[in-house]
């Protein structure tokens, strides 16, 4: 019986490392590609917000009643999900927290729409929350692939 040279089995490791490498890349390029992109439309509202663009003040405060002093919260739920959706690429918990948080946000968003009966300005947050909800799928399959040992 012979044994394994220690050069063979680090081939073998290194063979297999690159291989779970590969079938991991499947998951995480739509989910990397779709985290930044939400990144950065959060924060390009966030800023647009703490700016107080006419357009967003017209839409957000005087249609919706959301007053004035409760943009900077709405910019910082913005910022913390587009902080916690770059962070979650290296850490999944975080990425889920920020996916389910920033699904609960622009569902409130809509509600809050829905209740003044502004129909038409809907659009923006439900895009956002199909971005968002797409991010925590993505998210969620690609950790629990990783944890039950599918990739």
Not at 118 to 136: E, Y
Request: charged share 15%; net charge positive.
């Amino acid at each position: 019986m012979t044994t394994p040279r220690s050069t063979d089995l680090r081939e073998l490791t290194r063979c297999a490392g690159k291989a779970r490498l590969d079938r991991n890349n499947r998951w995480s390029t739509p989910h990397l590609v779709l985290s930044i992109l939400l990144a950065a439309l959060l924060m390009y509202s966030g800023i647009g917000k703490l700016r107080r663009v006419p357009r967003i003040v017209q839409v957000i405060h005087e249609l919706v009643g959301v007053p004035m002093n409760y943009f900077p919260l709405l910019s910082a739920c913005e910022f913390a999900g587009a902080v916690g959706l770059v962070l979650g690429i290296w850490w999944p918990a975080v990425g889920v927290a920020a996916g389910v948080g920033l699904v609960v946000y622009f569902v409130g968003a809509i509600v809050a729409h829905l209740r003044v009966g502004d129909v038409k300005g809907i659009g923006p947050a439900a895009f956002f929350l199909a971005l968002s909800m797409g991010a925590l799928v993505l998210r969620t399959l690609g950790s629990r692939a990783t944890h039950i040992g599918v990739w």
